[in-house]
């Protein structure tokens, strides 16, 4: 079975203690009510703070994960954080290729791609971001956008690598708006992802792929989304810096 995933995305948000104190809320709530035994949770929390707050998680169901990450091992790249750096401190998903990231830092598939390789030589797992804009779907380009990132980033992968892999579906007009996408857009996408990545290593393989929707999951629509078929669970960003709701998202599968 898929393994079922909430993924919070912290992004640039909350000092060290008011991170702490969310962290530990996120934990204990963690602890005592998610009883799916096949969910993950994930905190991707500002990288400052991982080796810290790698040490306040004393579950498994919870796990560390990091927000960016620099494809090359070490070297002189003032600034950047490297995966071994990140697998150091305790980190197991990785985020990359988030819009924010695409567009601010002009990230591209064949840098994204490069990013994949080294997540998955130290034996982490990418968290893939992928997701059209507003209007490249009005002009209906949307899926052939999206299954070009995947493409482009993925499909140099070994079969037994991209099962190793987390895709994210994030639509950009859904990402901190507050207009989520409907649960039939959000099927639609992930069954035309499903049958992309079917369409290069096989319907096995790509049925073990656990596909995220990410744009304004909340405690309240999280439910309707994650019984989608093709929807196994979330990338979650300002619902994510508020405790209660972030697991309540979290016992929505
Ligand atoms: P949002 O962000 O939940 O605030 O829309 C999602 C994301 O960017 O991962």
């Not at 948000?13 to 969310?22: R, S």
């Not at 080796?51 to 003032?78: E, H, R, W």
Request: with cysteine.
């Amino acid at each position: 079975m898929r393994k079922k995933i909430a993924a919070g995305n912290w992004k640039m948000n909350k000092t060290f203690e008011e991170g702490q104190i969310l962290l530990s809320e996120v934990v204990n709530m963690v602890k005592d009510e998610v009883t799916n035994p096949n969910v993950q949770v994930i905190v991707c929390v500002p990288a400052p703070y991982l080796s810290s707050f790698g040490k306040m998680i004393d579950t498994p169901k919870v796990a560390l994960g990091a927000q960016n990450c620099y494809p090359k091992a070490s070297g002189a790249y003032t600034g950047e954080v490297s995966v071994p750096m990140l697998k150091s401190v305790g980190v197991s998903y990785i985020i990359i290729g988030h819009s924010e990231r695409r567009q601010y830092f002009n990230e591209s598939d064949a840098f994204l791609a490069e990013k994949v390789d080294a997540i998955l030589a130290e034996g982490l797992t990418p968290i893939f971001c992928c997701g059209e804009t507003l209007e490249q779907r009005n002009e209906g380009i949307h899926f052939d956008f999206v299954c070009g990132q995947i493409t482009n980033s993925l499909f140099h992968l070994s079969a037994e690598d991209l099962k190793k892999t987390v895709i994210a579906y994030e639509p950009i007009w859904a990402i901190g708006t507050g207009v989520t996408a409907s649960n039939d857009q959000a099927q639609e996408m992930h069954k035309v992802l499903r049958d992309h990545l079917a369409s290069k290593y096989g319907q096995e393989v790509a049925d073990e792929i656990s596909i995220l929707y990410g744009g304004s999951v909340n405690g309240a629509n999280a439910q309707e989304l994650f019984a989608c078929p093709d929807v196994d669970g979330g990338l979650v960003g300002g619902a994510s810096l508020k405790s209660r709701e972030f697991t309540n998202i979290a016992k929505s599968f």
